[in-house]
C-alpha cells in the first residue's frame, strides 16, 4: 500500500483501470457460465416435463450416489440461486479489493486537477455499475469509497477557494479596476448558468475506459473498435469562452502569489487591458463598478459550476466493450 500511495496519478491510473478491467471480465466470465448452466438446467426441465426416457435415465445417472432425501429435496431452483450468490460474491470480493486501491490514495486524489479527478470518477463508478447490473443488485463496498472521495475532493476544492477569497479580498485596496473582456464573459457564462449547463463549462475527459461523461465538448462520446480509444460521434462546433481559466488545485490555489493592489494592477495594465477594458461590468442591463477583488471571485465562482456540470452521476455512460 506504501508503494501505491508514493505513485504518480499518471501511472496509477492505468493500473487502476487494469484491475476494473480485469475484475470485470471476472465478473462478466461467471455471469456467462451461469447463463450457460441455467439453460442447461432448464432444458433438462423440460425434457423431463416431456417425458423423455433418456433424458431422465440420464439426470438419474448424474445423481445415483446422492441418497433418496437428496434427490427429492433436489430442485433446479436451488442451483440458480447458488449460482446468483457465486456471481454476488466475486463482485463484492473486486469491489472490496478495489476500494483497497482507491483508499490508500485518498489525500493525492482529493489534490487532483478537474479533469483527472473526473476521469477516476467515472471509471470508478462505471465499474461499480457495470457489476451491478450483471449481479441485479446494488453493492456498496467499492461505491461508498468513491463517493467519500469525491466529498473529500470537494471539502478541499471549497477550502482552496475560501482561503483564496480571504486573501484577495484582504489586500484589495477598494479602488475601481477596468473591466477586461474576459471577466465580462465569465459574467456572461454566470447568467446563461442560471437557466441551462453553458457547454464552455463541460469538460473533456480524456483517458477513461469503463465510463466517460455523456457529453463531453458537446460531442456524443462512445467506445472506439481499436485500441480502446474514446471516440467522437456527431461532433458540433462549441462556442468558446475566452475567460474561462482552467480549474486550479488546492495546491496551486496556496502557492499562488498575494493579488496586488487595484492601483499596480491599472498602472501594470496601462498598455493592454485599458484598450480593451471597459468602466462597468454589465449584467443583463445592469452596470456595475468592479474592484480586482470581485474580478478574481467571479473567475473563481466559474470553477464551482464546472464542479456542479461535471461532477454528477447522471452524465455517466457506460462505454461499449471493445471488440
Known amino acids: 500500500m506504501q508503494y501505491l500511495k508514493g505513485m504518480e496519478h499518471q501511472h496509477f491510473m492505468p493500473l487502476l483501470q487494469k484491475v476494473y478491467q480485469r475484475f470485470l471480465a471476472l465478473v462478466e466470465g461467471i455471469q456467462a457460465q451461469n447463463a450457460l448452466i441455467i439453460d442447461i438446467l432448464d432444458s433438462i426441465q423440460y425434457a423431463i416435463c416431456l417425458g423423455d426416457f433418456w433424458f431422465f435415465f440420464f439426470v438419474n445417472m448424474i445423481f445415483s450416489r446422492k441418497s433418496t432425501s437428496s434427490r427429492e429435496n433436489f430442485t433446479s431452483q436451488d442451483i440458480v440461486e447458488d449460482l446468483s450468490d457465486l456471481l454476488s460474491s466475486t463482485a463484492e470480493l473486486s469491489h472490496t479489493t478495489s476500494s483497497q486501491f482507491l483508499h490508500a490514495r485518498t489525500e493525492p486524489h482529493s489534490l487532483l486537477s478537474l479533469p483527472r479527478f473526473l476521469a477516476l470518477y467515472f471509471d470508478s463508478m462505471a465499474f ?4 451491478e447490473i450483471l449481479c441485479r443488485r446494488m453493492i456498496i463496498g467499492l461505491r461508498g469509497v468513491v463517493i467519500r472521495q469525491a466529498s473529500l475532493y470537494l471539502t478541499k476544492f471549497h477550502q482552496g477557494r475560501i482561503e483564496r477569497c480571504a486573501k484577495v479580498v484582504l489586500d484589495e485596496m477598494w479602488n475601481q479596476v477596468d473591466v477586461g473582456v474576459e471577466v465580462q464573459s465569465v459574467v456572461d457564462v454566470l447568467v446563461r448558468c442560471a437557466v441551462k449547463d453553458a457547454e464552455e463549462l463541460k469538460i473533456d475527459v480524456e483517458g477513461v475506459v469503463l465510463g466517460s461523461p455523456s457529453l463531453a ?4 462520446v462512445h467506445q472506439s473498435k481499436e485500441n480502446g480509444v474514446s471516440s467522437p460521434s456527431s461532433p458540433r462546433k462549441l462556442p468558446k469562452l475566452r475567460a474561462v481559466p482552467p480549474t486550479k488545485t488546492f495546491a496551486e490555489l496556496s502557492q499562488m502569489e498575494a493579488v496586488p493592489s487595484s492601483d499596480s494592477k ?14 462597468h461590468l454589465k449584467i443583463e442591463d445592469r452596470s456595475y463598478f468592479v474592484v480586482s477583488a470581485t474580478a478574481e471571485v467571479l473567475v473563481l465562482l466559474i470553477d464551482y459550476l464546472k464542479i456542479v456540470i461535471n461532477l454528477r452521476y447522471d452524465r455517466l455512460t457506460l462505454n461499449a466493450k471493445p471488440s
Open 128 to 131: 461499480v455499475v457495470k457489476c
Open 217 to 220: 465538448n458537446g460531442v456524443r
Open 266 to 279: 491599472e498602472s501594470t495594465k496601462s498598455s493592454g487591458s485599458t484598450k480593451d477594458g471597459a468602466k
